[in-house]
């Protein structure tokens, strides 16, 4: 069982940043990737980023390219998503999550099989 808890959404002005982090339990968390999410009001949950269990690979839905910095911390079980440059587009329920399946990049919520609670970020035009 993995546990997994965000911290770090807020308020913001466009053009701003924000670091989220998320600390997973389990003694599995170098052998997973992880991944974030987020979901805006009234639409369906989106992939933002997913980073490989060795950290080496990283994985980024179109719109945040080049804005969005995903990374993780195998010896504090953590992994983080630095936003810069944020939009109001951007506002959501940011969600980390990770799939039960070892060594494999997943990048679909269908194939996500554990969810934390969920951290707000709101960016102001």
């Known amino acids: 069982q993995v546990q997994l808890v965000e911290s770090g959404g807020g308020l913001v002005q466009a053009g701003g940043s924000l670091r989220l982090s998320c600390a997973a339990s389990g003694r599995t968390f170098s052998s997973r990737s992880m991944d974030w999410f987020r979901q805006a009001p009234g639409k369906e949950r989106e992939f933002v980023a997913a980073?490989?269990?060795?950290?080496?690979?990283?994985y980024y839905t179109d719109s945040v390219k080049g804005r969005f910095t995903i990374s993780r911390d195998n010896a504090k079980n953590a992994v983080y998503l630095q936003m810069n440059s944020l939009k109001p587009e951007d506002t959501a329920v940011y969600y980390c999550?990770?799939?039960?399946?070892?060594?494999?990049?997943?990048?679909?919520?269908?194939?996500?099989?554990?969810w934390g609670q969920g951290t707000q970020v709101t960016v102001s035009s």
């Open positions: 980073i490989s269990w060795n950290g080496v690979s990283t």
């Open positions: 999550a990770a799939s039960e399946v070892l060594y494999r990049v997943v990048k679909t919520a269908d194939q996500i099989n554990y």
